[in-house]
């Protein structure tokens, strides 16, 4: 980029910077002279895309208009022009656009290990090859998202100051019995007899260091070769016996050709475990696995020998009940609830007692696409759990609105440009698709916290909060939500410079779920939210 180019963009964001974060109302006739010099200046340097943007809002504008600008208004008149220069400071669009696929099905890795610099180097090193890695520093921490991060290889440390890596693998194994993931032990320690507790407690690879880059990644990516091979060959859930998702397209089309050809109706079900995590936060993942099985046991045991359940993810599962319309499906589904919430489960000296939630819908020959009739059937399902969970609800023949689940997303970022951007892509992203958006920006940590909008409901909270920023910076703010009783509704990503390596350590130790250094590509950055947003779910 040249030094003039340089100049214009820093320019623009100083102006921006005034009107977006500190003034009130803008005067028309400043907005017209800033797009006036830019397409002037913009042409004379070769910058022509952005010049002749400058030109195009000017000719939606009178010169001579008397009238007073907002934030909100003018922030939406100049996103074109805010997206050019984005682009040309941060991306190369063509790049993207040739390897988008590449974005859309990584593998994900999760690093442990509490030396944070060793995490950041790696974490960049292993992304060079395509893969998305999440690093956590604290062991508890990975340990406990370690489901809903659902990662396809974990590396782990074997020697960290506050918790043996040994015992973090224990602990994963015992969780994940059920589940083929591999695992990869690193250590300085060169005794066989470290080596073989590894094997036996279940690590699929040890590695010494200091660590050999590109042998680090072979090794890595012949493990995930491995998962590919297990999970192609798999159709059968190991923890709850039913079958996998991997299963549903073919069932589904199989239904699908009955209901053309025959107009045999089906009705597609959806449920979730009533709070699941809770469950799990209480009495741990062991008990939660006895749970998901108990429930395929006893939906298994109330269905016909027709119908199907897959394990959709997690503690979601999809039921289909060929020649079946809807009245009929939920006294199906409501037995079956009857005798779940019914079943004691115990722990120690105590008991308790599960329940589910259920959205059903009925398959019509006018709306035949799989995921919008999981839209829709999970769109009863909120309704349901909305209603005071425990219960089953029809999706409305005639209606197949569906209600989508609320998602609060927080921009905190000092740089107009870089909020009017992230506030655009997330609005557009396919990873938002089946929430409500509730997206606020905010200037700085003291804004945002001043706010309160982050206490007022329930909700899940996707923060996307920049290192340094004026008055409070992201990491003041970040320990402060840490702080918090309920922090867990909180998953953070932390925007970095490459200049502030310490910064990305102190927040990898306080909790942040993913850092990304600026610059970056918007489609990288779309992936990594895809996967957090994901865990929220």
Known sequence: MSKYLQTLIKNVRKQLEAWLNEQQEIQHKELYRFLHSISGTAATIGFSEAGDMAQELMSHLKEHEERVWD??????????????????????VD???????????????LLIDDDTALLMYLKDELEKEGWVVIAVADPDRAINSYYDLNPDCVVIDVHMKDKN??????????????????????????????????YKLGADDYIQKPLEMDEFI?????????????????????LT?????????QTYERLVSNLNRRYE????????????????????????????????????????????????????????????????????????????????????????????????????????????????ADGALYEAKQAGRNQVKVAAVNNVKYTKKPIHIGIIDDDPIIR???????????????????????????????????????????????GMMPRMDGLEVLQKLRSLQYQERFTVMMLTSRKSEHDISRALQLGADDYITKPFKLLELETRLGHLIKRMK
């Open 241 to 249: 016996r039913v079958y996998n998702r991997k299963f549903l397209a």
């Open 165 to 198: 890596g040994l015992d973090v693998l224990l602990q994963i194994k015992e969780k994940m019995k059920q589940h083929f993931i591999p695992t990869i032990m690193i250590s300085v320690d060169k005794s066989k007899e470290i080596r073989m507790k590894s």
């Open 95 to 109: 790049e993207i656009i040739e390897n988008k696929k590449e974005y859309e099905d990584k593998n994900l890795i």
């Open 420 to 466: 009017t951007m992230l506030e655009d892509l997330i609005s557009k992203s396919k990873f938002t698709d089946g929430f409500t958006l509730d997206i606020k920006t905010f200037k700085d940590g003291m804004e945002f916290m001043e706010a309160g909008w982050h206490l007022n409901n329930k909700d899940p909270y996707l923060l996307i909060l920049d």
């Open 265 to 376: 109706p089906f009705c597609l079900v959806l449920v979730d475990l009533d709070h699941f995590k809770q469950v799990n936060d209480t009495y741990g993942h062991i008990v939660g696995d006895e749970v998901l099985a108990t429930f395929a046991d006893v939906v298994r045991r109330g269905l016909r020998i027709n119908d199907t359940i897959i394990r959709f993810g997690g503690e979601e599962f999809i039921i289909l009940l060929p020649e079946t319309e809807a009245n009929e499906a939920k006294l199906v589904i409501e037995r079956i609830l009857k005798e779940f919430s019914n079943t004691a489960f115990r722990f120690g000296d105590s008991k308790f007692y599960n329940s589910f939630s259920a959205g059903i819908h009925e398959v019509h020959p006018t709306q035949l696409e799989l995921k919008r009739n999981i839209d829709i």
């Open 218 to 238: 072979v090794r890595i990516n012949r493990q995930l070769e491995r998962k590919q091979a297990v999970d192609d060959v798999m159709l059968i859930d190991e």
């Open 71 to 92: 934030k909100e208004e003018l922030q939406s008149f100049l996103l074109p022009l805010i997206s050019i220069i984005y682009y040309e400071e941060y991306s190369n």
